[in-house]
Nanobody, 126 residues
């Protein structure tokens, strides 16, 4: 399975971006899809995930209320709508997919995902 992330770019604080993650196979039908990010000098951190069973999204506290994760099962694509962006959101954003269900409490763990996209850079200027 290959994941192709896109949609990153340079935006001013308060602006919006929409990230997409296209999968080569219908992997988001069989397991959750996740978004993670890594800022310079920092560890990769969980941003959001979509449970494949009911399509319900889960978020890190730092993005709750500003970001919206969703999936299109027909297009095999995961999305991350990012609004009210802040300079602290600057990072490389990675999408991930897992083959098979997992408990909700594990969605934020990078190690449970089987496939990763190449990352897309989001830069938010102040």
């Amino acid at each position: 399975v290959q994941l192709q992330a896109s949609g990153g770019g340079l935006v001013q604080a308060g602006g919006s971006l929409r990230l997409s993650c296209a999968a080569s196979e219908p992997i988001f039908n069989s397991g959750p899809g996740g978004w993670f990010r890594q800022a310079p000098g920092k560890e990769r951190e969980f941003v959001a995930a979509v449970d494949n069973w009911n399509g319900k999204p889960y978020y890190a506290d730092s993005v709750k209320g500003r970001f919206t994760a969703s999936r299109d099962k027909v297009k095999n694509t995961l999305y991350l709508q990012m609004n009210s962006l802040k300079p602290d959101d600057t990072a490389i954003y990675y999408c991930a997919a897992r083959n098979g269900r997992i408990v909700v409490s594990a969605l934020q763990r990078a190690g449970v995902y089987d496939y990763w996209g190449q990352g897309t850079l989001v830069t938010v200027s102040s």
